[in-house]
């Protein structure tokens, strides 16, 4: 049975840090992209950043980029995304997920291109 369990979350006062962590089994996440995601009240899964099976290619969206980073850990089975200056507006529920679609350098974007995804972890930034 795979499993992605995100943990990490919390309430967070605007410039603070927090660092998410992803664990997976029942599947090798070498053999996966892997990418967070997050979602506000009101609005979709929005794309924060991935990273390729290799781990040589990393990708974010402008929103995060400078203050998120993304890493895995493959011999622990886990992902993390470090955040730092942290604003109001970063303020959702992240998610992991795992796409085995692309070459060992993609680095997906998409939602819909995620096979497996965690229940989430709440992350609010107060003002």
């Known amino acids: 049975q795979v499993q992605l369990v995100e943990s990490g979350g919390s309430l967070v006062q605007a410039g603070g840090s927090l660092k998410l962590d992803c664990a997976v089994s029942?599947?090798?996440?070498?053999?996966?992209?892997m990418a967070w995601f997050r979602q506000a009240p009101g609005k979709d899964r929005e794309f924060v950043a991935s990273?390729?099976?290799?781990?040589?290619?990393?990708k974010y969206d402008d929103s995060v980029k400078g203050r998120f980073t993304i890493s895995r850990d493959d011999p622990k089975n886990k992902v993390s995304l470090q955040m730092n200056t942290l604003k109001p507006e970063d303020t959702a529920v992240y998610y992991c997920?795992?796409?085995?679609?692309?070459?060992?350098?993609?680095?997906?974007?998409?939602?819909?291109?995620?096979?497996?995804w965690g229940q989430g972890t709440q992350v609010t930034v107060s003002s």
């Open positions: 990273i390729s099976r290799n781990a040589v290619r990393t």
């Open positions: 029942g599947l090798t996440s070498s053999g996966y992209a």
């Open positions: 997920g795992a796409d085995q679609t692309g070459s060992f350098y993609y680095t997906p974007t998409k939602s819909a291109d995620f096979l497996y």
